[in-house]
Nanobody
Framework: QVQLVESGGGLVQAGGSLRLSCAAS????????MAWFRQAPGKEREFVAA????????YYADSVKGRFTIARDNAKNTVYLQMNSLKPEDTAVYYC????????????????WGQGTQVSVSS
């Protein structure tokens, strides 16, 4: 099992940047593929970005490609989401998720979830 704790959310103006962190504990972090999802009020949870267990492969939703970067530090058991050029439509609760081995982009394939961190972007 793995426990996940997100941090780094907040309120930012459009065009600004934030970096989210997700600290993992309880198991061998380097065996888990990691992902970020987000959920806005009244909407379903959606995929944002994912990274393979080694960090060698990344995936992005079209809506964030070129603006967001996912990275991981296996020595620190942490995955990051660098968010640049933020837009009001990026406002949501952002969740970190983990699954063993293979990377996926569907929320249903992830077994472990953090509690979420709020990101609000003002226009």
């Amino acid at each position: 099992q793995v426990q996940l704790v997100e941090s780094g959310g907040g309120l930012v103006q459009a065009g600004g940047s934030l970096r989210l962190s997700c600290a993992a504990s309880g198991s061998t972090f380097s065996t888990y593929a990691m992902a970020w999802f987000r959920q806005a009020p009244g909407k379903e949870r959606e995929f944002v970005a994912a990274i393979s267990s080694s960090g060698g492969t990344t995936y992005y939703a079209d809506s964030v490609k070129g603006r967001f970067t996912i990275a991981r530090d296996n020595a620190k058991n942490t995955v990051y989401l660098q968010m640049n050029s933020l837009k009001p439509e990026d406002t949501a609760v952002y969740y970190c998720a983990a699954r063993l081995l293979r990377t996926r982009t569907n929320a249903r394939d992830y077994d472990y979830w953090g509690q979420g961190t709020q990101v609000s972007v003002s226009s």
